[in-house]
C-alpha cells in the first residue's frame, strides 16, 4: 500500500472508521445481552409451569427454541480468542496484526517493540496496518457476532411464533 500524502483527512477518516465499528460491536453485545435476559427469563418462568399437561408440548417446544437462542446470544458476546490450538503468530504473518492482542501474545516483547518502531517509522506501512485491522475487525464483526445475533433472533421469534401455534393447535381444535 503506497500513501501519495499521509494528510489529517486520512487519519480522521481511519479514527472513525474505526470507531464505527466498535460501535457496531457494542450494539451486537447489547443486542445480545438483551436476548439472553429475556430467554433466561421466560425460560425460568416456562419450567415453572411444565407439570400443566396442557401446556407440555408447547412449553418444551418453547423452551427448546429459548435454549438455542440463548446459545448464539452468548457466542455474540463471548468473543473469539482461542486457548486451545491456538495458532502462534509471527511478525511476519500476513494476518498478523500488532494491534490486535490475539496476535501478539506469544511474541516477546523485543520482537513486538522494533516490528512497531519498523511501523511507525513508515507512513505507508503505518496505514496499512490501520487498513489491515479495520479489514479484520469488520470480518469479525459478520462473520461471528452479526451473524450469532442474527440467528438468535431468529431462533427466538421462531420459537415464540411455534409455541402459539401449537397452544392454538391443541387447545383450539
Known amino acids: 500500500m503506497h500513501i501519495n500524502e499521509p494528510r489529517q483527512q486520512l487519519d480522521h477518516m481511519l479514527r472513525q472508521t474505526r470507531m464505527n465499528l466498535v460501535n457496531f460491536s457494542q450494539i451486537a453485545d447489547t443486542k445480545a445481552h438483551i436476548l ?9 418462568l416456562s419450567l415453572t409451569q411444565l407439570h400443566e399437561a396442557r401446556f407440555m408440548l408447547t412449553i418444551v417446544g418453547l423452551d427448546v427454541f429459548l435454549l438455542v437462542t440463548i446459545f448464539f446470544a452468548l457466542l455474540t458476546v463471548i468473543g473469539k ?18 494491534l490486535f492482542f490475539g496476535n501478539y501474545g506469544d511474541i516477546p516483547y523485543d520482537e513486538y517493540a522494533k516490528n512497531f518502531e519498523e511501523i511507525m517509522n513508515d507512513p505507508d506501512l503505518t496505514y496499512e496496518i490501520m487498513v489491515k485491522d479495520i479489514y479484520y475487525a469488520g470480518v469479525y464483526l ?5 451473524k450469532y445475533i442474527r440467528l438468535a433472533y431468529l431462533y427466538f421469534f421462531i420459537g415464540l411464533i411455534m409455541s402459539v401455534v401449537i397452544y392454538f393447535t391443541q387447545n383450539l381444535l
Do not use: G
Open 36 to 44: 439472553l435476559s429475556l430467554s433466561s427469563v421466560l425460560l425460568s
Open 81 to 98: 480468542v482461542k486457548v486451545v490450538n491456538r495458532k502462534k503468530h509471527s511478525v511476519r504473518d500476513a494476518d498478523y496484526s500488532p
Open 142 to 146: 459478520i462473520k461471528t457476532k452479526y
